[in-house]
């Protein structure tokens, strides 16, 4: 019955939300294309073709429940495939994160759940919550999907979390490369997210509880936060936004290898992180209103962010925001900033 309706509908988002009870028991079976389809619980999907490419690709949404626009463009993508609309030829994994929070138009129930990776669910008292143990069953989900590939093939992990950002920004779309402990960033992947309309890119500088950052360290992965707009309801968001970077990732999926131009730095602009801000008391506010987008950048000594006992100032000229929110829980981060950067020589 259920492999029946999501045939026909390709509805595997909406029977996540409404009946997830339905996929309290993995579900497997082949579509008439020869793609194996698996469903280990709701909001959980991979596709393998029958004579699967070199890439074992991640796209994940929804970590937060109300950045919509990449939860629509996934679903998308899941009901085409079901569908027989669209092949892969590549091995390919859909995460859709936070069910609960959907239902709600919130970034979380009780807890951010993009905050949770890397073990730090099962910190404290363990996994206390409906995010921690979600957060736990996602990496689970990765780590079985990078792990079932054949390990005498020389494959390439790739990982996008995807979402969209609380405030506008300057630069409407930019991803995050985490932290690599000495590794080269790859330029390849740069030019990729170029070609999904993503020119600006900040690089973590330390090890975060981010779910790129736990592809990335854990598995190897080319793994990144893609921010690719500002947050909207559902069904509000103008998709032709996101058409350049919904286009690559479907021929990501669907061809064997992707030409891309030639690497060109010049095209980019590039920022590494130089503070990272917590917010340690509750009278902790933001020296800027509430519609200053983020990448603004100020002088060195401007007063950035406030707290009992502490102020924050720039450092540099043409120190730039990203990510503020005085309304985390004490202990998280309130604000990024970033300045600009190079990539090291080869």
């Not at 494959?155 to 405030?167: K, P, Q, V």
């Not at 630069?171 to 590794?183: D, R, S, W």
């Not at 340690?280 to 002088?299: C, E, G, I, M, S």
Request: glycine share 6%; charged share 20%; hydrophobic share 40%.
């Amino acid at each position: 019955m259920i492999k029946q309706n999501l045939l026909e509908s390709g509805q595997f988002l909406a029977l996540s939300r409404t009946r997830p009870d339905d996929f309290s028991t993995p579900v497997e079976f082949t579509l008439p294309s020869g793609v194996k389809v698996l469903i280990p619980a709701a909001g959980i999907i991979s596709f393998t073709p029958e004579k699967a490419g070199h890439k074992d690709i991640v796209l994940s949404s929804g970590v937060h429940g109300n950045e919509t626009a990449p939860i629509e463009i996934c679903d998308a993508f899941v009901q085409q495939i079901l569908t027989g609309k669209m092949i892969p030829s590549h091995r390919v994994l859909f995460l859709f994160g936070n069910l609960p929070a959907m239902d709600i138009a919130q970034r979380f129930v009780e807890e951010n759940m993009n905050r949770l990776f890397s073990g730090a669910h099962s910190e404290g008292e363990g996994p206390v919550n409906a995010e921690r143990l979600r957060a736990s069953q996602l990496e689970s989900a990765i780590e079985a999907f990078y792990l079932a590939a054949d390990a005498s093939e020389d494959r390439e992990r790739l990982h996008y979390d995807l979402h969209t950002a609380i405030r506008a920004s300057k630069n409407e779309k930019f991803a995050v490369y985490p932290f690599l402990h000495g590794a080269p960033h790859s330029k390849e992947q740069l030019q990729f997210l170029l070609a999904c309309g993503i020119n600006t890119i900040m690089l973590s500088e330390s090890p975060t509880t981010t779910f790129s950052y736990f592809s990335s360290h854990r598995f190897g992965a080319h793994a990144f936060t893609v921010e690719l707009g500002k947050v909207q309801p559902f069904g509000q968001n103008d998709m032709s936004r996101f058409e350049q970077a919904r286009q690559m990732l479907q021929r990501l999926m669907t061809e064997d290898n992707l030409v891309l131009a030639t690497f060109d730095e010049d095209a980019f602009l590039l920022y590494r992180v130089n503070q990272i801000i917590n917010k340690t008391k509750d009278d902790f506010r933001l020296n800027f209103a509430d519609d200053v987008p983020n990448f603004t950048d100020y002088q060195a000594g401007t007063l950035l962010a406030e707290e009992s006992g502490h102020a924050y100032h720039a450092e540099v000229d043409g120190e730039a925001i990203v990510f503020p929110n005085a309304q985390v829980a004490l202990g998280q981060r309130a604000l990024l900033t970033v300045v600009p950067t190079k990539l090291e020589s080869d």
